[in-house]
């Protein structure tokens, strides 16, 4: 079965320090990868995608991902964190059967002054 | 920009009853589905919805679950005799059709539904 890993689950990072996060994917066919955020409290929102083309992928919210088939991996970066970037992050496969989302655990990002 | 609405965002419940979460999706969508989200733990799939019928569902959906397009607008989640393991982040999401990229990037999640059952 399809699965995503993420295996960090909690990230301390200061603020306007860069900040990397893990993704991996089990193998399969071209894979659709998608990073949401979630503010405490909050629905899933959207960061980036990745479909086909180019590897690296431009988000909202200065982040951006890169897509590596080699390493089976769309680990996500921002230069430069904002206090208001703490939340938790989840990498997500989709599945065209069925149109479901495969999510990963998940990893909590916080943010020192 | 459209949004996917859920009610209530907070419901306590007690064991044993029925609970019913709303949610209505961005109206020119066609596909509908359920996550849960216990606490601490991963988002999972529950159902996904097309054409007044699901198309795929979870082992977690099992009989105490189901799922409704009672009119035009709302999609509901029922759960049967709720259990101290069900509470959980209810998630709904739609999505367009035309497509399977075109599919995705149309997938809404609403803000959430947290289900407290004592």
């Known amino acids: 079965a399809q699965s995503v890993t993420q295996p960090d689950i909690h990230i301390t990072v200061s603020e306007g320090a860069s900040l990397e996060l893990r993704c991996n994917y089990s193998?399969?066919?071209?894979?659709?990868l998608f990073w949401y955020v979630q503010s405490p409290g909050q629905g899933l929102q959207l960061l980036l995608k990745y479909f086909s083309g180019d590897t690296l992928v431009q988000g909202i919210k200065g982040f951006e991902a890169e897509f590596k088939r080699s390493q089976s991996s769309f680990n996500l970066r921002k230069p430069s964190v904002h206090w208001s970037d703490a939340a938790e992050y989840f990498c997500a496969r989709f599945k065209a059967a069925g149109n479901k989302l495969t999510f990963g655990g998940g990893t909590r990002v916080l943010v020192k002054p | 920009e459209p949004e996917v609405t859920q009610t209530p965002s907070h419901q306590v419940t007690q064991m044993g009853q029925e609970v019913i979460l709303r949610c209505v999706p961005i109206s020119n969508h066609l596909y509908f589905y359920w996550y849960r989200q216990i606490l601490g733990q991963k988002v999972e799939f529950l159902v996904s919805?097309?054409?007044?019928?699901?198309?795929?569902k979870s082992e977690i959906f099992d009989d105490q679950f189901s799922v409704e397009r009672p009119d035009g607008s709302n999609f509901t989640l029922k759960i049967r005799s709720t259990k101290l393991e069900d509470s959980a982040m209810y998630f709904c999401a739609s999505s367009t059709s035309t497509g399977q990229e075109n599919l995705f990037y149309g997938y809404t999640f609403g803000s959430g539904t947290r289900l407290t059952v004592v």
């Open positions: 193998y399969g066919a071209t894979p659709y």
């Open positions: 919805f097309y054409n007044n019928e699901i198309s795929e």
